[in-house]
């Protein structure tokens, strides 16, 4: 069974920091993409970074590129978000998704296949 569980979420003040974790069980080597998303209610999720778990190459949305780093420790089988430089609009609900498919299409929320139950992110001004 898998399961993805996110941790690490709060309140912070713009300008601040927070490294998301999310902790997978049943995620084995076939599983070749994690993803991030965020989602704040009444939009669509969005997707924030995607992370190829054989080479580690990450993918970015471009209003997080420079300030947020995906990560994956597979020893420890978790994937992590660092967030630096953090702003108002970063407030969200944050998931970990994963697929056995690629990171191809990676900002479409249909093509992950397993997600976690989310960790609040509050960024104030």
């Known amino acids: 069974k898998v399961q993805l569980v996110e941790s690490g979420g709060g309140s912070v003040q713009a300008g601040g920091s927070l490294r998301l974790s999310c902790a997978t069980s049943?995620?084995?080597?076939?599983?070749?993409?994690m993803a991030w998303f965020r989602q704040v209610p009444g939009k669509e999720r969005e997707g924030v970074a995607a992370?190829?778990?054989?080479?580690?190459?990450?993918l970015y949305v471009d209003s997080v590129k420079g300030r947020f780093t995906a990560s994956r420790d597979n020893a420890e089988n978790t994937l992590y978000l660092q967030m630096n430089t953090l702003k108002p609009e970063d407030t969200a609900m944050y998931y970990c998704?994963?697929?056995?498919?690629?990171?191809?299409?990676?900002?479409?929320?249909?093509?992950?296949?397993?997600w976690g139950q989310g960790t609040q992110v509050t960024v104030s001004s």
């Open positions: 049943g995620v084995t080597r076939s599983f070749h993409c």
């Open positions: 998704a994963t697929t056995a498919d690629g990171c191809y299409n990676w900002k479409t929320p249909a093509h992950w296949t397993y």
């Open positions: 992370i190829w778990t054989t080479s580690g190459t990450t």
